[in-house]
T-cell receptor, first 114, second 113 residues
Framework: NAGVMQNPRHLVRRRGQEARLRCSPMKGHSHVYWYRQLPEEGLKFMVYLQKENIIDESGMPKERFSAEFPKEGPSILRIQQVVRGDSAAYFC????????????FGSGTQLSVL | SQQGEEDPQALSIQEGENATMNCSYKTSINNLQWYRQNSGRGLVHLILIRSNEREKHSGRLRVTLDTSKKSSSLLITASRAADTASYFCATVLVGGSNYKLTFGKGTLLTVNP
């Protein structure tokens, strides 16, 4: 079992560019969660997705951020027109169902905005 | 301010010693979890303790929960160099969803060989 796979591990973008972060959940897991860790802070929940559905996006900034989990392929967290304040580590987690109390996290994508 | 805050921020001990990390939180919880993060890696779930439990063990790990003080502690006994990592507590609030964890900033544990 390969675990939760995130890529890229590091992503550098200039202000105004777009960032796309990918996450493939563990085999057999159909629930994906994105968390963000800003410098000097704990991880914060952003969004919860199932295949083709956004279930809870209460932690997502209202503008420039979007997430999807298509029927085929990985989940994508997309940040448009990045700003320096978007620099953070973005972690994806998965679980087999929404009741599962244990989340399995990927190694994260470190986004740096120049 | 943070729902969960770990204390201390950093801890350095010798191999074989015990390591104790504390976590305080502000709002009533359903459960509290501890995660470990090795440098550059993802978080690994260690142990979950529910609000109606007071103590839980898993191998060399012992977790306590005091809901009256809104605090938890993680004890790692007979530490090893491989235990070097950041340790985070995460809470699920009462009425909250299991996936909406609130994390603290973590304790960086260094175990010297």
């Amino acid at each position: 079992n390969a675990g939760v796979m995130q890529n890229p591990r590091h992503l550098v973008r200039r202000r105004g560019q777009e960032a796309r972060l990918r996450c493939s959940p563990m085999k057999g897991h159909s629930h994906v969660y994105w968390y963000r860790q800003l410098p000097e802070e704990g991880l914060k929940f952003m969004v919860y997705l199932q295949k083709e559905n956004i279930i809870d996006e209460s932690g997502m900034p209202k503008e420039r951020f979007s997430a999807e989990f298509p029927k085929e392929g990985p989940s994508i967290l997309r940040i448009q027109q990045v700003v320096r304040g978007d620099s953070a580590a973005y972690f994806c987690a998965s679980s087999p169902d929404r009741l599962n109390e244990k989340l399995f996290f990927g190694s994260g994508t470190q986004l740096s905005v120049l | 301010s943070q729902q969960g805050e770990e204390d201390p921020q950093a801890l350095s001990i010798q191999e074989g010693e015990n390591a104790t990390m504390n976590c305080s939180y502000k709002t009533s919880i359903n459960n509290l979890q501890w995660y470990r993060q090795n440098s550059g890696r993802g978080l690994v779930h260690l142990i979950l303790i529910r609000s109606n439990e007071r103590e839980k063990h898993s191998g060399r790990l012992r977790v306590t929960l005091d809901t009256s003080k809104k605090s938890s502690s993680l004890l790692i006994t007979a530490s090893r160099a491989a235990d070097t990592a950041s340790y985070f507590c995460a809470t699920v609030l009462v009425g909250g969803s299991n996936y909406k964890l609130t994390f603290g900033k973590g304790t960086l544990l260094t175990v010297n060989p």
